[in-house]
Nanobody
Framework: QVQLVQSGGGLVQPGGSLRLSCAASGSISSIYDMGWYRQAPEKQRELVAFITSGGSTKYADSVKGRFTISRDSAKNTVYLQMNSLKPEDTAVYYC??????????????WGQGTQVTVSS
């Protein structure tokens, strides 16, 4: 069984910062690409940032220059550092990862989601 457990998030004022973490655990044989998505009320889930196993990154235009995705392979963890937050960043944030397990699965797994609210 593979799980992605998220931490971080909460309420922050505009211009503030938050860091999200997402740790993979279980019978993991390999972790490939990992990413962060978000879903605002009445909107579709959208890609925020993506990082490959080689460290290449991709960002949504709306967060470029403000958000940074990184990963610690030794800890099976991906991070999302969010700076200069805006009210429009308010959403539930989800991490995902393309993970292989020792029981033979190779598929995308999702974290449980965490609320980020940017408001004064």
């Amino acid at each position: 069984q593979v799980q992605l457990v998220q931490s971080g998030g909460g309420l922050v004022q505009p211009g503030g910062s938050l860091r999200l973490s997402c740790a993979a655990s279980g019978s993991i044989s390999s972790i490939y690409d990992m990413g962060w998505y978000r879903q605002a009320p009445e909107k579709q889930r959208e890609l925020v940032a993506f990082i490959t196993s080689g460290g290449s990154t991709k960002y949504a235009d709306s967060v470029k220059g403000r958000f940074t995705i990184s990963r610690d392979s030794a800890k099976n963890t991906v991070y999302l550092q969010m700076n200069s937050l805006k009210p429009e960043d308010t959403a539930v944030y989800y991490c995902n990862g393309y993970i292989g397990s020792y029981v033979g699965d190779l598929r995308w797994y999702w974290g449980q989601g965490t609320q980020v609210t940017v408001s004064s």
